[in-house]
């Protein structure tokens, strides 16, 4: 926090975090409220997700031969119009299910090259020494949103309706509009020669290939996102059906989750230095599979909540822990690629994870789709704990 530019840029993406969960609530609330099928709310994480498995890749490389900072101005301000967009068919009584799915999918879309290049910009607002802490207060930042947004989100869903929601979530934009307009990041390319697009993605797919810990970290992440994650899709299923919390209740959820994953920041950088991040990754692989598993299967609010309060402390413990590890091993010049590659990991099984587990929720139920799907993360993390170069990760 000690450097200027990376505290504006932190305030601002603070501030339209909060809006953006917000909107998520409303928005998930608002999908499963028209259509009243586990499916349909499944598939708009499907459209959400799609261009992420082709585009990522691609965003990560763009971010490594433009300049990040226009390259933020520009998506920031795409998301500010959808949700503008999306308040506004709201209020007039015009919103409907295809409307939704549209604006998710230009969300998809931007945000495919938003994230890596915000994710690598972090680096160039913080001093090399402190670029894993600087990495860990950027989650910090999106992940303390997830414990205030949420709630108000809630709050303003049972008061006055996702409308709102969605307009204050446009309007938080120009927090982090006003704060890069008043920063400076040179471009990545150190001056290289640039080569095609397409041999620019292979140098960062060869650089984590060559190193196995660092690719099985990657592969743990996929496996968490494909099987582990999709347990939020049902979120809503979880609040109305099967706890019987309601609208207030969803946002709780949210807000538990959130609170597990800030503690799982602040005991990730306690631990930096002392603990092998490999090692990190292993014990947080195994508690947020069985703490996602006893969230599917137990029947009190109380206890549920606590249970994703933990999920989102080991989930955050993973993503952190291998995004800093790839971070910190990566050259700038390739920084924005290996960082998109974490991101694709992340989000590009989101589509086909969302399809499953809301058929698989059709079919059976809510809970046993996620013990059912949970049970794979089970697996790997077992298997991660015997991987002698994931435990060597320092």
């Known amino acids: 926090m000690r450097s200027p530019a990376f505290r504006k840029y932190w305030v601002g993406a603070f501030l339209s975090f909060v809006g ?3 909107q998520n609530v409303a928005q998930s609330w608002l999908v499963y409220d028209l259509t009243r099928s586990e499916f349909l ?54 919103i409907r299910y295809e409307y939704i799915l549209a604006l998710v999918l230009l969300n998809g879309l931007v945000l495919a090259i938003d994230l890596p290049t915000r994710q690598s910009l972090v680096a160039h607002l ?23 947004g949420p709630a108000v989100g809630g709050l303003l869903l049972e008061w006055v309706g996702p409308a709102p929601c969605f307009l204050i979530n446009g309007l938080s934009f120009s927090a982090i509009l006003l704060a890069l307009l008043t920063i400076r990041v040179q471009s990545a390319s ?51 059906e099967v706890l019987k919390i309601g609208k207030t209740g969803l946002g709780q959820m949210y807000a538990f989750a959130g609170i597990g994953s800030l503690a799982g920041l602040l005991l990730t950088a306690r631990l930096s230095g002392e603990v092998p991040r490999g090692w990190l990754v292993i014990v947080a692989a ?37 995004n800093t590890a790839l971070q910190t091993a990566a050259p700038d010049y390739l920084r924005g690629r290996v960082v998109s590659l974490h991101t694709w990991a992340i989000n590009a ?13 059709q079919q059976f139920g809510a809970p046993v789709a996620v013990a059912a799907c949970t049970s794979v993360c089970v697996v790997f993390a077992l298997t991660l704990a015997f991987m002698q170069d994931v435990r060597r990760i320092a």
């Open 41 to 94: 709310l499944g598939v708009v994480g499907f459209v959400q997700g799609l261009p992420m498995l082709f585009l990522a890749p691609i965003g990560g490389a763009l971010s490594d031969r433009w300049n990040r900072r226009q390259i933020l101005l520009i998506t920031q301000s795409l998301f500010a119009l959808s949700a503008l967009l999306l308040a506004l068919l709201t209020y007039t009584g015009a």
């Open 190 to 240: 150190d001056g290289r020669a640039q080569v095609g697009i397409l041999q620019s993605l292979r140098e960062g797919v060869d650089f984590v290939r060559a190193r196995r810990g660092l690719l099985m970290l990657w592969v743990n992440v996929l496996i968490l996102s494909m099987f582990g994650l999709s347990y939020l899709v049902l979120m809503p299923v979880f609040a109305e």
């Open 126 to 148: 913080v001093p090399r020494e402190d670029l894993a802490n600087g990495i860990a207060l950027n989650a910090a930042a999106f992940h303390t949103a997830r414990i205030l």
């Open 349 to 361: 099984p989101a589509p086909f994870a969302s399809l499953l587990i809301g058929k698989l929720a």
């Open 20 to 22: 953006s969960w917000i």
């Open 286 to 322: 195994n508690g947020f599979a069985w703490s996602v598993i006893g969230f599917a299967l137990v029947q009190n609010p109380w206890v549920a909540k606590g249970l994703l309060a933990l999920a989102g402390m080991f989930g955050v413990m993973q993503l952190v822990s291998t």
